[in-house]
C-alpha cells in the first residue's frame, strides 16, 4: 500500500534562517506531488506541483522554492524564513487523475 | 479564478443532531468535488469524492450533494457525535489534478 510521510511534524524557526521540510512517498512510482500551507483560520493553499523529477510549477509567488531530486522526494525550502512563512504545510501525492493523498503535516513556527 | 466558499466558518451542535455544512464554488468547470476531515494538527482525510457528472455520494452517516450548474454542494452528517468534532473542508478539482480549497467549517459536536 502506498504511504506518505513528512518530516519533522513540528518546527521553530528563528527569522531570517534557512528552511528545509521533506515529503516522501512509498509504495508508487511517478506520483504528482504537491505542497499545500495552511494558515491560521484559512484553507489551504497550493504552493508547489511537481508531476516528474525535477519538474516544478509555482502556484504563487513567494519567499519558498521546491524541488524533487527523486521520484517519491518533495522538498520545500527557503532560504531566509520571514514571519509571514509561519503555518501548517501539507504534502500530497496522487496518482494521474486520482484523488490527492495527504500527509500529516509540519507546524511551522517563526519567532 | 475559482474560489470556494464554505458556509458556516464554525457550527457548534448537541449530539444526536443532524446538520448540513454548506460549500459554493465560482466556476462550474470542475471535474469533481471532494469533502475531507482534518482534525486538530493533522493532515486530511478524504471522505467523498463526487464526480462532476454525479448528483451525491453517501458512505455511512455522510452525504455528500453536488449541484454543479448553481456550483453548491452540501455534506450532510446525521445523527452528530463528538468523534465528528473537526474541521471539514470541502476542494474542487480543476484541470491538471489541482484542487482549490475552502476555508473549512469548524465542527463541535457536543455530547
Known amino acids: 500500500s502506498q504511504t506518505i510521510h513528512q518530516w519533522p511534524a513540528t518546527l521553530v524557526q528563528p527569522v531570517g534562517s534557512p528552511l528545509s521540510l521533506e515529503c516522501t512517498v512509498e509504495g508508487t512510482s511517478n506520483p504528482n506531488l504537491y505542497w499545500y500551507r495552511q494558515a491560521a483560520g484559512r484553507g489551504l493553499q497550493l504552493l508547489f506541483y511537481?508531476?516528474?523529477?525535477?519538474?516544478i510549477s509555482s502556484e504563487v509567488p513567494q519567499n519558498l522554492s521546491a524541488s524533487r531530486p527523486q521520484d517519491r522526494q518533495f522538498i520545500l525550502s527557503s532560504k531566509k524564513l520571514l514571519l509571514s512563512d509561519s503555518g501548517f504545510y501539507l504534502c500530497?501525492?496522487?496518482?494521474?487523475?486520482?484523488?490527492?493523498?495527504f500527509g500529516d503535516g509540519t507546524r511551522l513556527s517563526i519567532l | 479564478k475559482q474560489e470556494v466558499t464554505q458556509i458556516p466558518a464554525a457550527l457548534s451542535v448537541p449530539e444526536g443532531e443532524n446538520l448540513v455544512l454548506n460549500c459554493s464554488f465560482t466556476d462550474s468547470a470542475i471535474y469533481n468535488l471532494q469533502w475531507f476531515r482534518q482534525d486538530p494538527g493533522k493532515g486530511l482525510t478524504s471522505l467523498l469524492l463526487?464526480?462532476?457528472?454525479?448528483r451525491e455520494q453517501t458512505s455511512g452517516r455522510l452525504n455528500a450533494s453536488l449541484d454543479k450548474s448553481s456550483g453548491r454542494s452540501t455534506l450532510y452528517i446525521a445523527a452528530s457525535q463528538p468523534g465528528d468534532s473537526a474541521t471539514y473542508l470541502c476542494?474542487?478539482?480543476?484541470?491538471?489534478?489541482?484542487?482549490?480549497f475552502g476555508g473549512g467549517t469548524r465542527l463541535m459536536v457536543k455530547p
Open positions: 476542494a474542487v478539482r480543476r484541470a491538471g489534478n489541482m484542487l482549490t
Open positions: 511537481s508531476v516528474g523529477i525535477g519538474q
Open positions: 463526487i464526480q462532476s457528472s454525479q
Open positions: 500530497a501525492w496522487s496518482a494521474q487523475g486520482q484523488p490527492q493523498h
